[in-house]
């Protein structure tokens, strides 16, 4: 209030137009320090979570929705180039039910998508932020018969605490990275580095590890899993041509959760855990 009867009224400063956002890109280990020229067009940022979506280009020529320029190359590699889940005697034909354990991004049913005309895949992906890039890419590219359902594969069924790297969606998991499995990103790291950079053996660790600490910072929140079980009775399952899994270290317990795998003809597993429990 003034020294006079009527109020003073407050000055407001200028309100500023902030600029349109613009597209940002990122280099290919997503690390401020790093120079490499592979990029991803930024989409959509969560300061909460410190979460970047970008449009990733792959080499086949697709462009998918995901967090990290260097883990979408890495899967691309795995699941396109090396044909990972095409090995062994593994047979996979039009008219296939297929179980997707640990969907992430969608690559998995975007691959299968490149052979087969006619195929049910039901996708398992429990992190609310990488179902809707999984969404988001099934929705583009796959011309399959694709279910993403935001739900997790486990032991047992239930709400269970899940470890998720935003600047790194493939290695979400329970119960935390094995160092088996972080010197494995780490190694990756390096020779990613060595493609690009001429140093030393032992400056490419540092780098990598220094780079990969950044990327693989976790946020803990709680998701919801299916036992296989309940999960083939909520869906009315019948025989299951191939179940892919890849669960960041729960296979295990997702293998225990099967036994004794009745219904299912061919099973495929990427392996974190120790070689003893595997065995």
Not at 53 to 76: C, E, F, K, R, T
Not at 87 to 100: L, M, N, P, R, S
Not at 113 to 140: D, G, Y
């Amino acid at each position: 209030w003034g020294c006079g009867s009527e109020p003073v009224t407050p000055l407001k400063p200028p309100v500023k137009k902030r600029p349109s956002p613009q597209p940002h890109t990122f280099p290919l280990l997503n690390s401020p320090s790093d120079s490499v020229g592979m990029t991803g067009t930024l989409l959509k940022k969560a300061p909460i979570l410190h979460h970047d979506v970008m449009q990733i280009p792959l080499p086949n020529g697709l462009s998918v929705h995901d967090s990290s320029v260097s883990g979408a190359l890495a899967v691309y590699e795995e699941i396109f180039t090396n044909r990972c889940y095409a090995q062994h005697g593994i047979e996979i034909k039009d008219g296939d039910a297929i179980v997707d354990i640990g969907a992430n991004v969608g690559l998995f049913p975007l691959w299968l998508s490149t052979f087969l005309t006619n195929a049910t895949i039901h996708c398992f992906e429990p992190v609310p932020q990488v179902v809707r890039m999984c969404r988001t890419n099934l929705h583009k590219h796959c011309k399959l018969d694709a279910r993403l359902h935001p739900l997790g594969i486990a032991q047992h069924t239930g709400s269970q605490q899940v470890r998720w790297c935003p600047r790194l969606s493939q290695v979400c998991s329970i119960d935390g990275q094995t160092q088996e499995q972080q010197d494995a990103n780490i190694a990756y790291a390096a020779e990613r580095i060595a493609d690009h950079i001429s140093l030393p053996h032992y400056l490419r660790l540092q780098m990598a590890k220094v780079v990969m600490g950044w990327m693989t910072q976790s946020i803990k929140m709680n998701c919801r899993f299916l036992s296989w079980p309940d999960a083939a009775k909520r869906y009315g399952w019948g025989e299951i041509d191939l179940v892919k899994v890849d669960a960041e270290g729960s296979e295990l317990g997702i293998l225990q959760s099967m036994f004794p795998f009745a219904g299912i003809r061919q099973l495929v597993v990427e392996a974190h855990s120790p070689p003893s429990a595997v065995a």
